[in-house]
Nanobody, 125 residues
């Protein structure tokens, strides 16, 4: 599968953005999907993910502010980001894991077989 992330941009603190990740290929519904981010000079970190059965999990730093959803018909996963903070500034990546139904998204980068190219989110104070 190939992944294409989009929707990044410049937003003021407290604002919102919605990122999209479009997938090409077959059987999108068979993938666990996740979002990661990488700020300048920092390691890539897990933002959250969504399982094949639509269970979501989030990093503590974004819980209550970010929401992940998926639309299998459109082969897409979304990251709705509200109440953005300057520390949310990063390049955001989507990732996919070909997995069995019970698999849950985790923060382990090696779980994911496919990665998108990233989209930059900048939050100004």
């Amino acid at each position: 599968v190939q992944l294409q992330a989009s929707g990044g941009g410049l937003v003021q603190a407290g604002g919102s953005l919605r990122l999209s990740c479009a997938a090409s290929g077959r059987m999108f519904e068979r993938y666990v999907m996740a979002w990661f981010r990488q700020a300048p000079g920092k390691e890539r970190e897990f933002v959250g993910g969504i399982s094949r059965s639509y269970t979501t999990t989030y990093a503590d730093s974004v819980k209550g502010r970010f929401t992940i959803s998926r639309d299998n018909d459109k082969k897409a996963v979304y990251l709705q980001m509200n109440s953005l903070k300057p520390e949310d500034t990063a390049v955001y990546y989507c990732a996919a894991d070909w997995a069995i139904l019970s698999t849950q998204p985790t923060s382990t980068t090696s779980q994911y077989d496919y990665w998108g190219q990233g989209t930059l989110v900048t939050v100004s104070s």
